[in-house]
């Protein structure tokens, strides 16, 4: 796993009305400080990669739907330096994934249906704290489309 980031397995409590999906609470490990919380809706197939946040922690959880979620480490003094982490996340393997600052991710939907990404973040969104590299770009050694083993 890529130094800094951690899966925590999350409850969901199931009566017969529906459900209840924890996600993030102030006693928690892995809670640092709430800045904003925003769920990222992806159409099946659609990529959203690459983005890496300077300051921002992610909280991610998939509410519904699901998505492959890659990491991509580059940071200079990071034991993982080079790694690529994928994780299939949705309410079937309903966990939360924290990624700190400086580590490249994105994610594409799978299945038929919108997936939804919640972020409980560390601070409000602000484009200026965000670099952004196109899904394609080769200075990130990962392939995007489906491998037929
Ligand atoms: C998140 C956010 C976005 N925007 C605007 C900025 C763009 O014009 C537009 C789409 O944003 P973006 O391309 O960043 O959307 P996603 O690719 O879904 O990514 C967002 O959700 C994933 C999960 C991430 O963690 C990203 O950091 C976060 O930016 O919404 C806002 O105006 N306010 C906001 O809080």
Same mark, same amino acid.
């Given at each position: 796993m890529i130094e800094g980031v951690v899966i925590t397995p999350l409850k969901q409590i199931f009566d017969e009305r529906g459900k209840v999906m924890?996600?993030?609470?102030?006693?928690?490990e892995q809670f640092i400080r709430f800045g904003e919380?925003?769920?990222?809706?992806?159409?099946?197939?659609?990529?959203?990669?690459?983005?890496?946040?300077? /300051?921002?922690?992610?909280?991610y959880a998939v509410i519904y739907g699901e998505i492959k979620c890659v990491l991509y480490d580059d940071r200079p003094d990071s034991k993982t330096r080079g790694q690529i982490d994928e994780y299939f996340l949705?309410?079937?393997n309903y966990c939360?994934?924290?990624v700190p600052p400086l580590v490249w991710n994105g994610f594409?939907?799978?299945g038929t249906k919108v997936s939804i990404v919640a972020n409980c973040a560390t601070i409000p969104h602000d484009p200026l704290e965000i670099e952004r590299k196109s899904a394609? $770009?080769?200075?990130?050694?990962? $392939?995007?489309?489906? /491998?037929h083993k």
């Open positions: 924890h996600m993030l609470r102030e006693d928690s919380i925003y769920f990222s809706c992806t159409n099946p197939g659609a990529i959203k990669a690459w983005h890496l946040h300077k /300051q921002m922690t992610l909280n949705s309410p079937e939360l994934i924290t594409k939907g799978l394609f $770009d080769s200075s990130i050694p990962y $392939d995007w489309g489906i /491998q």
